[in-house]
Structures are given as C-alpha cells and as structure tokens.
C-alpha cells in the first residue's frame, strides 16, 4: 500500500506541475515569428533579391543617384525594401530586367501599406501564394494581371476592416 500511495502522489505532483506550467504566449509568438522571419529571409535570398550596388550596376547608375532613386520610390510608395544582415535589399520581384521600378505594383503596395504591412510583410504577400488569389503569388501575376493582384491586395485590406 505504502508503494501504491506514493505512486499516486507523484503523479499527483507531476499532473499539478504539469497544469500549473502555462507557456507565455507572447514568447511562443516570438520564437514562432523568428522562425518565419528565418525562412521569409532565406526565401528571399533564394528568389532574388539585390543590394542597393547591385542595382546601381543593374542600372548603369552612380551608386548615389541610385540610393536616392530608392529612397524616394520607398518614401513614395513605389518601392518596398526590406533589411538582412543590415544590407538594405531591394527584392528581384519589385523590378523589371532593367532594374527599374514596376509601377503594378504601387497600388498593390499602397492597400497592404493601409493594411498594416511594411518592409517584409509587403514582400511576404507579394512573394507567398495567397488564398486572394485562388493559391497564386501576386508575383506571378503582376506582369500580366495588375488589376486581379490590386483587388486581391484591396479586398484583403476590407477583409481586416482598414478600409477607409
């Protein structure tokens, strides 16, 4: 009996430790958003992305005038960057074969913009097939339906209730 008790007070114990232990789900948020993050990075790695020099050569450029070229397509909205290992890069997608700017994808940027993203939410959602598009990349799209990405990007703002 004196086995049979203590038996049943240790699992008492662990059963109490085991209900008493609640993970912080804003730590669990954390470490599962850094995992996305890790993956989003290397996926971008993986697809294309380029450095501010690189598109400078791309262009034929100077390296400042195409610094500020980008600057004022991102302060205008024309442009999403996103930042790796403190390298400013700018995402193949988001750029025709002459490293020039892709005017499709303004009001596609504008709507996810309202809706909240910046940076490498705005690239997730243009580089990630999507239910808005029936399982498509907006990527994939763009060049030759601007109009069904923008109402994807627009829809998905209503859906959040950002809408003005």
Known sequence: MGRSATSSLARTRHDTLTLRYQPDARVEAAIVNAERLRGLRQRLLDDGAFTIDDVARGRGAT??????????????????????????????????????????WEPVFAALRAAGEVGWGQWAWCAEPTTWLDGQAPADLIASSPEVVRAAAERRLESLGAAS
Not at 68 to 74: F, G, H, L, T
Not at 87 to 94: C, G, Q, S
């Open 63 to 104: 390296l400042a005038a195409t610094r500020k070229a980008i600057s004022r397509a991102e302060v205008a909205g024309k442009l999403v960057t996103v930042t790796a290992d403190g390298h400013r890069l700018v995402p193949a997608i988001f750029l025709d074969e002459a490293f020039q700017l892709m005017p499709e």
